[in-house]
Structure formats: C-alpha cells, structure tokens
C-alpha cells in the first residue's frame, strides 16, 4: 500500500515512453495541413489575412502575422491565451464569415491549428498572457446604467445602448467611415458572447484594433461588472422567439391606443421577428448588410379595428439620402401563400406601404415589378426616438383582407433604411408569419358545455331508467 | 454601403525597379482623416478651438461629430491639448509692424504692408488656392473635405479669426511638416512668397469676420493651465475617441495601422506625386481624386512636350472650367512627370498614328459641322465650352486627336462633344486640318 502513491506517476511514465503523444513538430504539421485546407482561404496562405476570398470582406479576416486579436481575455495589446483561440476557433465569430468550427475539427485539429497560429507570430514565443481575473460577486445593473453615462459610452453605443451613438452616425454612416459600435440589443451578434463575463472581459480589455479602448484603468473592477450587466440586460435575447411565427392580436376594451406607449400595449405579447436582407432578386442589388437585424411586433385589436405596432432599430432615422420605410404585407386572396417577395402573377399580395414623411398608400402587387398604388385605407402613426423607428399601423378588421377570430392569415414585415442606401427591393424582410385576432370573450362556450353536460345527464338518466326497467 | 477604410488601402511606395510603373501616392489612402492635434494651439486660436469642440457642425463640411461637451468639458479638453504643444514650434521674425493694426502704421509701414499684400494676392491667385478653399465675395470653389476658410455667418471659421501666423508661415511653406497626411499640396514658395501670402490672409478683408467677435471675459485662458483641468481633459478625450481622427500626443493608439512607408526618394516620380499631392485632384485608375481631369490613359492623348511646359506655366484650356495651379516645379522635375505619363499612362485602343487626310476639306468640314460654336481655332470668333484649339497640334497626340474625332463617346462617355459619325476619310481630314494648328 505505501507503494501505491508511486505507482501511477511510473505507470503514466512507462506508457509515455511506450506511446509517445505526438511531437512538437507532428503537432504543427497538423495545424498547418488543417491551415491550408481550411483557413488560408480567408486568413492568406502567410497568415496575413489575405486570402483569395478576403477581398471585400468586411470586417477583414485576422492578421495573424500582426498577432493583434480582438477577442482575449487578456489585457489591452496582449496576445490571447490558448483558451482564447480555442473558443474562437470552436465557436466562430457571430455577424462575421467566421464559422464554428466545432462540429467539423477535433479536440486533437484544435489544438493542434492553435499551435500553428502561434507559430505564424513571433510574439507569442516571447510574451506569456495571463488571463484577467473576472469577478463573481453581485453586480447591479442600475449602477452600470450610470457608469455608461461617466464613461461615455453613449458617444459611440447610443443613448439606448442601439449603436446609434453621435460618432457612430457620423464616422459611420456620414463618412463612410466603417466604425460601427456594437447595438447591445442584439446580443446574438457579439463576437466575444454575451453572458456578463464576456462583456466584463470586453471591457476591460477592449478591442485591440478598433475605436473601443480598454477600460481597465478608468473604471473599477465593480463599476465594469456592474457596466457588464447593465450591457447584458439590454439584450433582447430573440433565441426564444425565432420561431414562433403567430402574431397574436390581443382583445381590449375601447378604443385603440394612437401611441406606442401606454398600458394597453402591455396587453399584447411582443414578437421578435428576424430579418434578413432582401438576396433573392437582383437587380437592383442583392443585400447582404441591412440595419435592421430584426423587428419587434405586437397587436391589438377591439373587436372593430386592428392595430399592428412595428418596431425596429435604425441608427440615423435621417431621411437622407432616401427616406425610412415600412410595410406590412398580407395575400389579397383568401386561403392562398403567394411569392414572398411581392407576390407572384397568380398569388397578388397586399401592402400596406409607410415611408417617412408621412405617406401612406396601399399596394396591390403581383411581383416587384408590378405594383398598382392606391390611398391608404389604414392610418400610420410613425415616430423616431433614440436610434428607434416606432410605426403604428391601424385599420378597420374588415375589408381586404379582413381579420377574423380562428383565421390564420399570413403576414410579413418589411423595413428600409434610407441612410443605409435601402430603397425598392433593397431591403430587409421577414419571411411569411401569421396573424390571428383574439376571440371576443362570450358565454355561448360556456352554454355550449352545460349543455352537452345537460344532454349526457338526461341520457344518462334515460339509460339508467332503461336498465332499471 | 460599406466602403473600404483608407487605412486598409496599401499604401506601398517602394522603389520600383527600372521599367517597372511606380507606384503612387494617394493623399485619400490616410490612415485618419483629422489633422494632429499635438500643436493645434500654435495652429489656431483658442476662442476658435472652443468654438469647434462645442458646435462642431458650425462648419459645413466638418467631418466632426458633436460630442455634446459642457463649458467646462471643453475647457478641460482644450487645457489638455494646450498642456502638449511642443514649445520648440518653430517661429519666425516679423517685422514690428505686423501686429499692428493697419490704422495705428505709419506710412511707411503702411505703403510696406500693402506691397506684401499685393504679392500675397498674386501668389494666392497663381497657387489657385480658390480651388479648395473659399474666400469672402464671389468666386471659390469647395471639395468635399477641403477646409473652408470663410463659411457664411460662421465668422470664426475665417482665417484671420482662427490662425496663427507663425503656424500659417510653416503650413503654407511645409504643410507635410505640420500634417503628414495632408490633401494640400507644398508650393515651393519663397520666404518672401510665403511671407507675402500669411500677410494677404491676415490683412486682407476676404479673409476677415464680418461682425466683431464678442469682447472675451480678461484671462478667460488663463484656467487652461490648471492641472486638474489638464488631467481631466486627458481623460475626456481619451473617452472621446478623439484618437480615430487625429494624432494626440499621450493618449493611447487605439487602432492599429500598417506601418508608414518611408517617404519615395527625391526627384522620382512617386515623390513629385507625394509632394505636390497630384492625386488629391487627379485620379488614375480610380485611384485618387475627382476635382481634376482622369490621369488613367493621358499619355496617349498629350504630346510629352506639351506636358512638360503646362507642368511650368498652366495655361488655360478650357476658359470656362477650372484651371490647375502652378507649382513652381523645375524643368526636371516637369520632365519626370512628363516622362512617366507617356510610358505608362497610355490607352491601347487610341491609334499612334493617323491616315493621311486634306487640310483644306478638314477646314471647310469644321465650318460645315459648327464647331466654332464651342471651340476657337485662331481663325475668328469660337465658343469657351470646349477647350480652344488654337495651337492644339502642341498638345494632343495626332492618334488620338483622330481617335476621338470618330469616336468622342469612347474616352469621356460625358462629353458634349457631338458624335457626327464621320468617316475614316473626314475624320482624317479634320484631323489634317487641327494638326496644323501650331505655336
């Protein structure tokens, strides 16, 4: 027994010496051949990041030659650590054209193409990064709203935390000028994650290469984990709506609400739709980078009129140098699914059209190319705030196409964003959801079951006196 | 709408090997887009500088966010930026008349400065200087990006209320010593010129507000040097982001440029590009500016003569357009440029040479067709829309002086030049008859 402490260690030695793992050199031959298959393409075959598909891609493929990586747990202009490139590596960058990787390499291609990187830069033989501690106390988020506001983050993320910020509407979508800062309410695109410890990290440490600088020195530990949560909750966390595809119109009483806040609109269940560039049909362009990564819909409706609430984010909502616009469409005939752009020669749809500056106008279309305008029989109540397009879309429940109680009836959104260059088919569109209005509240459900129960008692009784006779 | 940042744009100049095209600077490919602030309070005036960090926008094509700073951030921000300027800036003697006032000079002085400011006007007329920047009273263009030395009712933006004359002397001398990435180009003025063109800017009312600035509080500025002020400035503008745009002395790189190329060796082509910034108006193969004519295929339209003389004494062309400045170059210098242009700025479609045709029926087809409506020739009254012809053997190559008289859609789908759809024959002739039309 008290040989037993030795006996491991010597066992694992002896089977070390037996089945040596792979060498050092094994070790960066693998990660190059995997390099050479998968990476160079977009990194370039020297690691400079320019591959053959590299051109035009925005933001651009790692240097890994210059070794100055965004995403560390790692102070400001350290290198990352192992780790760090693993979980990269593992589950790609969100919003960019690197993909996971997780499913397709192994424990061993991982960190085997880790090494490899590590070899491309001279840096990492010489620097040793150390990970920066996180902390796993309580944090308040009201504290963090008030750190955003002392260290300015609004100047670039927006007041509302929508990316919409002063500097980013001017270097970005003034200038042309590719400096665009995060919208914190699309957490599903950051590119580090965003659980709290991967905000913390981010902001301590910023994004070597880019306008955010790390916070390490201006903010306490704390105010940064409070900052991290209060970033956190601002996420919208879409994942578990994506596919819920009905949009429900809640029943009140009275009339409908004209503006976009007030206790009705807590009635109904707010929907997160996803949106995507319009990529089907060119000319004029297929778009691939849309503002809008998503809208928000709710529904109301009083047993008269029906009112969809539209909202989505747009970091300028400036009407140059074409305005914003919206629409809802629906099929113009009963029980059919037409085209999703536009509709199709035999499947016409309707939109209701809003373009800011107030026009409103109906369209019965067959196809992008064929559309047929008219007045609008619905009433539009628009409104911009804080990087925010509200729209308020209201109309009578009858007419074409009516809402009924129990009918499903097809619906899809569409935004532009002028600013954005997004005009006609330029666009960001939703695919085909439903819509479907809450039934008025009656007895006859009720009446109808005491019925039934009525009826099965008299047969009951009628069987019962059967038998007994 | 993305478009791709200027820092990502390669910005090689190395040393080509013989024959091989040099490469060229481009003035747009900056890595940041701001002047350095590192001497800006030897540059400007401090009531101006207050004046742009609070209303930013005052200035209509300022590229400059507004970052919506209190009274007292801009202070703190302007102690930060006076707290770094290098003492070592250099300065200039100037007369003792120069700082006063035109009403306080004796005759002499006065008889004096406005000689200097007559001089300064000729170089301020030759350098073009109209061309970027706008003056008060008519004329002056503007280029998107360019500065604005005089913007209606925003009396601050003008010259004399804004700069500093020695800063004024080194920038016009040497912008590139002030602003590396600069779109200006260096004249190669004199002393004296350059002497003359800081008196003309500071004297002359084109360049002076139209209202009296408001009488500032005694020692307003004075609280710049408060150290506090200074390290809660630092502060500021390093939350500000101030370093996307400009160079700051002390306040951290945040973004991480290719290294700078060392400036092209003297007397190449790449340097007289780099010098005079030819690309800031110019552009070849998209690459550059779009103030002034398309340098891409100009050596198969331009006789290397013709080049070489324009570069030393820009004439006009087309009286009604814009005209190039002159930039003081040498007869080598013109010469390189000349040279580079015919090697290697050539279109292969446009003929080197031209079939033989009769002056004479070209002479009688250039009435027919009613060309002097918008071109002279020498031989009476013509138009100024098009470019005069009256000694254009000395300027185009005869291929493509017949090239584009077939097809004058084909080098500037633009032109309103008319497309006649003449034949081989009559362009020949027409071509016979300009090709007369020599010094």
């Not at chain 1, 983050?153 to 003034?174: K, M, S």
């Not at chain 2, 002030?178 to 260096?186: A, I, V």
């Not at chain 2, 503008?237 to 101030?242: D, K, Q």
Request: aromatic fraction near 10%; proline fraction near 10%; charge should be negative.
């Amino acid at each position: 027994m008290p040989l037993f402490p030795l006996f491991v260690p010597s066992v694992l030695f002896v089977l070390s010496v037996l089945f040596p793992g792979p060498s050092q050199a094994e070790t960066l031959d693998l990660g190059r051949a995997i390099y050479m298959q998968r990476c160079f393409w977009c990194h370039g075959e020297t690691g400079h990041g320019d591959g053959p598909s590299a051109v035009g891609m925005f933001p651009r493929p790692r240097d890994f030659v210059a070794a100055d990586y965004k995403i560390r747990s790692t102070p400001h202009g350290h290198l990352p650590t192992d780790e760090d490139l693993l979980r990269v590596i593992s589950r790609g960058i969100p919003g960019t054209p690197m993909p996971a990787w997780v499913k397709i390499l192994s424990q061993e291609e991982h960190h085997a193409l880790v090494a490899y990187l590590k070899s491309l830069s001279p840096r990492f033989a010489a620097e040793k990064p150390q990970p920066l501690p996180v902390p796993d106390g309580p944090a308040n988020p009201e504290a963090g709203k008030e750190v955003y506001r002392k260290a300015r983050c609004f100047l670039c993320h927006g007041e509302a935390g929508r990316g919409d910020g002063e500097l980013t509407a001017t270097l970005n979508f003034e200038w042309g000028i590719p400096h665009s800062a995060r919208d914190f309410t699309r957490g599903w695109t950051f590119k580090g994650g965003h659980e709290p410890h991967d905000i913390y990290l981010r902001i301590t440490g910023g994004l070597n290469g880019t306008p955010m600088g790390p916070y390490a020195d201006i903010l306490t530990d704390q105010e940064r984990w409070d900052l991290a949560h209060y970033v956190a909750s601002l996420d919208l966390e879409p994942s578990a709506t994506t596919e819920d595809f009905l949009v429900t119109a809640a029943l009140i009483e009275g009339n409908l609400p004209e503006t976009h806040d007030g206790p009705a609109w807590q009635k109904a269940r707010m929907l997160t739709v996803p949106l995507a560039g319009q990529i089907v049909q060119s000319p004029p362009l297929r778009w691939w980078t849309p503002s809008a990564g998503a809208c928000n819909v709710r529904a109301l409706h009083n047993g008269h009129d029906i009112a969809f609430l539209v909202e989505w984010d747009d970091p300028t909502g400036k009407p140059e140098p074409l305005p914003d616009s919206a629409f809802l469409q629906f099929p113009a005939q009963e029980g059919s699914k037409p085209y999703f752009l536009f509709g199709d020669s035999d499947n016409p749809v309707k939109l209701w059209h809003w373009q800011a500056g107030n026009t409103a106008e109906e369209w019965t279309a067959t196809g992008s190319a064929n559309t047929e305008v008219r007045p609008a029989i619905f009433q539009v109540y628009p409104s911009y705030k804080e990087g925010r397009w509200r729209v308020l879309f209201r109309r009578s429940l009858s007419g074409e196409p009516s809402f009924e109680a129990g009918k499903f009836l097809p619906v899809l959104f569409s935004v532009r964003d002028g600013a954005n260059g997004e005009s006609g088919n330029v666009r960001a569109t939703s695919t085909w959801l439903y819509v479907t209005v809450e039934r008025p509240r009656s007895f006859r459900p009720w009446l109808l079951a005491l019925a039934y129960m009525l009826g099965a008692g008299v047969v009951e009784l009628w069987v019962l006196a059967k038998l007994k006779s | 709408m993305k478009t791709l940042h200027p820092f990502l744009a390669v910005m090689l100049l190395a040393v080509p090997a013989p024959g091989e095209e040099p490469r060229l600077y481009n003035p747009y490919d900056r890595p940041k887009n701001g002047p350095p602030l590192t001497n800006v309070f030897h540059k400007a005036q401090p009531l101006w500088l207050w004046d742009k960090l609070k209303q930013p926008k005052h200035h209509p094509s300022a590229r400059m966010p507004d970052f919506k700073f209190s009274d007292e951030e801009a202070m703190d921000a302007l102690a930060y930026l006076k707290s770094i300027a290098d003492p070592s800036f250099p300065k200039q003697e100037w007369p003792p008349w120069t700082a006063k006032t035109e009403d306080t000079m004796n005759d002499e002085e006065l008889t004096e400065m406005m000689n200097l400011t007559d001089m300064g006007k000729a170089v301020w007329g030759n350098a073009r200087c109209t061309v970027c920047h706008k003056a008060n009273g008519p004329g002056g263009t503007i280029i998107g990006g360019f500065v604005d030395l005089r913007v209606g009712g925003i009396d601050l933006q003008i010259a004399q209320a804004k700069l500093e004359r020695d800063w004024l002397y080194s920038w016009v001398k040497e912008p590139k010593s002030y602003f590396l990435d600069t779109l200006m180009p260096r004249y190669r003025l004199s002393d004296s010129e350059a002497r003359a063109l800081v008196e003309f800017l500071l004297r002359d009312e084109a360049f002076r507000p139209t209202t009296e600035p408001k009488p500032e509080a005694p020692g307003r500025w004075k609280a710049l040097d408060d150290p506090s002020r200074i390290s809660r400035g630092k502060r500021l503008i390093e939350l500000s982001r101030c370093v996307v745009c400009h160079d700051i002395k002390g306040i951290l790189e945040l973004l991480s440029f290719p290294p700078r190329p060392a400036p092209p060796s003297e007397n190449t082509v790449s340097w007289l590009f780099y010098d005079v910034r030819c690309l800031s108006c110019h552009s070849i193969e998209g690459r550059g500016g779009t103030y002034a004519p398309d340098l891409t295929s100009e050596g198969s339209r331009l006789k290397a003569s013709w080049i070489h003389d324009f570069l030393i004494q820009p004439d006009l062309i087309r009286p009604l357009s814009q005209q190039m400045p002159k930039f003081n170059l040498s007869p080598e210098e013109a010469k390189t440029v000349a040279d580079y242009v015919q090697q290697f700025r050539r279109d292969p479609r446009v003929p080197t040479s031209v079939p033989p045709g009769e002056a004479e029926k070209g002479r009688a087809l250039f009435q027919s067709k009613g060309c002097v409506a918008c071109h002279t020739t020498g031989e009476g009254p013509g138009g100024g829309v098009g470019p005069t012809l009256d000694f254009v053997a000395d300027r185009l190559e005869p291929g493509y002086l017949f090239h584009r008289l077939k097809h004058p859609h084909a080098v500037n789908p633009f032109s309103a030049e008319p497309d006649y759809g003449l034949s081989d024959e009559e362009a020949a002739a027409l071509s016979a008859y300009l090709l007369g039309k020599k010094k």
